[in-house]
């Protein structure tokens, strides 16, 4: 099970399985007149298969010819695909009053909000590009953390967040699992054979599993994180509780002159500490907000505290100058000293599970 086209005018694929589209109409660019008695304008679609073409596409991409005549299985209830702001698509979760967004680009969670309010962060001036993360949500960091090591060329924080990953599963609730393979392009950037899987499984929490599979006959040395954006109003009211006596390396260029390292973190300055055998239970307490966000993990032994401050936020992209009064990242990760080495065969599994409580 797979996608629908790479943006909204992507007519040259299938709305269902992101295939060729053997489409008539598709093929003269949606001119009705020039591709008039195509069959996919004959054939009653399967309802099932139509509902995996987002509203926003219907009547502009037709399915192929495999697709429009295969049943497929319903979607289950609180899952559904709609488009992002750039056209690009994107699964949607409900449960309850919890709603989440997971663009096919990057497998990138694009908001996760409770009631009215997201939990997690965009940048002021976002672009939804094809082949771009975000700045915010919760971006996929793999195979490398921060600038790769020996070639200056190659993308910041690895490429998986640049690629597009194909849907694997949906359901049976609210979760969807989005699967990045090895191909030409990421040897020649990294040359291993790997499946990446993301699930995002929303209930009263949100919870999202990295899962690495080495599908190579060598071992390899990865680094990974959950790279979350969040709102937390004030950044000056904001902390972060359980890392507290945890080791650390600050990497910022203007960090705060001096800090207590046993007391909780609060952001005073440029702020980018990397911690190392870090807790499995983490908390964000943002009294702008009223809330109070714990980050339950798995197999995470490394998080990233980030907040740019001014100087750096004018060098970033997708960033208003104020925006870094707004949110902080805590990264969820295993990088650095931390990196993980992989078996031939062995499969590595980093789950974050967020839950949100009122009240600071
Ligand atoms: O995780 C912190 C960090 O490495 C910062 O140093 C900053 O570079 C941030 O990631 C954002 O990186 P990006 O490539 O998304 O602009």
Same mark, same amino acid.
């Given at each position: 099970?797979?996608?629908?086209?790479?943006?909204?005018?992507?007519?040259?694929?299938?709305?269902?399985?992101?295939?060729?589209?053997?489409?008539?109409?598709?093929?003269?660019?949606?001119?009705?007149?020039?591709?008039?008695?195509?069959?996919?304008?004959?054939?009653?679609?399967?309802?099932?298969?139509?509902?995996?073409?987002?509203?926003?596409?219907?009547?502009?991409?037709?399915?192929?010819?495999?697709?429009?005549?295969?049943?497929?299985?319903?979607?289950?209830?609180?899952?559904?695909?709609?488009?992002?702001?750039?056209?690009?698509?994107?699964?949607?979760?409900?449960?309850?009053?919890?709603?989440?967004?997971?663009?096919?680009?990057?497998?990138?969670?694009?908001?996760?909000?409770?009631?009215?309010?997201?939990?997690?962060?965009?940048?002021?001036?976002?672009?939804?590009?094809?082949?771009?993360?975000?700045?915010?949500?919760?971006?996929?960091?793999?195979?490398?953390?921060?600038?790769?090591?020996?070639?200056?060329?190659?993308?910041?924080?690895?490429? !998986? @967040?640049?690629? &597009?990953?194909?849907?694997? /599963? *949906?359901?049976?609730?609210? #979760?969807?699992? %989005? +699967?990045?393979?090895?191909?030409?392009?990421?040897? !020649? @950037?990294?040359? &291993?054979?790997?499946?990446? /899987? *993301?699930?995002?499984?929303? #209930?009263?929490? %949100? +919870?999202?599993?990295?899962?690495?599979?080495?599908?190579? @006959?060598?071992?390899?040395?990865?680094?990974?994180? *959950?790279?979350?954006?969040?709102?937390?109003?004030?950044?000056?009211?904001?902390?972060?509780?359980?890392?507290?006596?945890?080791?650390?390396?600050?990497?910022?260029?203007?960090?705060?002159?001096?800090?207590?390292?046993?007391?909780?973190?609060?952001?005073?300055?440029?702020?980018?500490?990397?911690?190392?055998?870090?807790?499995?239970?983490?908390?964000?307490?943002?009294?702008?907000?009223?809330?109070?966000?714990?980050?339950?993990?798995?197999?995470?032994?490394?998080?990233?505290?980030?907040?740019?401050?001014?100087?750096?936020?004018?060098?970033?992209?997708?960033?208003?100058?104020?925006?870094?009064?707004?949110?902080?990242?805590?990264?969820?990760?295993?990088?650095?000293?931390?990196?993980?080495?992989?078996?031939?065969?062995?499969?590595?599994?980093?789950?974050?599970?967020?839950?949100?409580?009122?009240?600071?």
């Amino acid at each position: 099970m797979t996608v629908p086209p790479s943006s909204a005018d992507d007519r040259t694929r299938c709305a269902s399985c992101g295939g060729p589209n053997a489409c008539r109409i598709a093929a003269a660019g949606g001119d009705t007149a020039a591709g008039a008695g195509c069959w996919c304008r004959a054939t009653e679609a399967e309802s099932s298969a139509l509902q995996r073409v987002p509203d926003e596409l219907r009547d502009r991409v037709c399915l192929c010819r495999a697709c429009l005549t295969t049943a497929t299985p319903p979607l289950p209830d609180g899952v559904r695909w709609v488009l992002d702001p750039g056209g690009r698509p994107t699964v949607e979760l409900r449960h309850g009053d919890r709603v989440a967004r997971v663009a096919t680009t990057g497998a990138q969670v694009l908001s996760f909000t409770v009631g009215d309010r997201d939990v997690l962060w965009t940048a002021g001036a976002p672009e939804y590009a094809p082949g771009r993360p975000v700045r915010g949500g919760i971006p996929v960091v793999f195979p490398w953390f921060g600038d790769h090591r020996d070639d200056p060329s190659q993308p910041a924080h690895g490429f !998986a @967040r640049s690629q &597009h990953w194909r849907c694997t /599963d *949906l359901g049976p609730g609210s #979760d969807v699992t %989005l +699967t990045l393979e090895d191909d030409e392009r990421t040897r !020649a @950037r990294w040359p &291993h054979a790997f499946r990446v /899987d *993301l699930r995002v499984a929303l #209930d009263e929490a %949100l +919870t999202v599993a990295l899962r690495v599979e080495n599908r190579d @006959r060598k071992p390899f040395r990865f680094e990974q994180a *959950l790279h979350t954006y969040f709102a937390v109003g004030n950044v000056h009211e904001a902390s972060v509780h359980g890392l507290e006596g945890v080791p650390f390396v600050e990497h910022a260029k203007r960090p705060e002159a001096s800090w207590d390292p046993n007391l909780p973190l609060h952001f005073r300055a440029e702020t980018d500490r990397v911690f190392q055998s870090t807790p499995d239970r983490v908390q964000l307490v943002a009294p702008a907000m009223q809330r109070t966000v714990t980050l339950a993990t798995r197999n995470a032994h490394s998080a990233i505290v980030w907040n740019p401050w001014p100087e750096k936020t004018a060098r970033l992209s997708q960033m208003l100058p104020d925006d870094w009064r707004t949110f902080c990242c805590i990264e969820s990760a295993n990088v650095h000293d931390g990196a993980l080495e992989l078996a031939p065969g062995a499969v590595h599994e980093l789950e974050l599970r967020l839950s949100v409580a009122d009240g600071a």
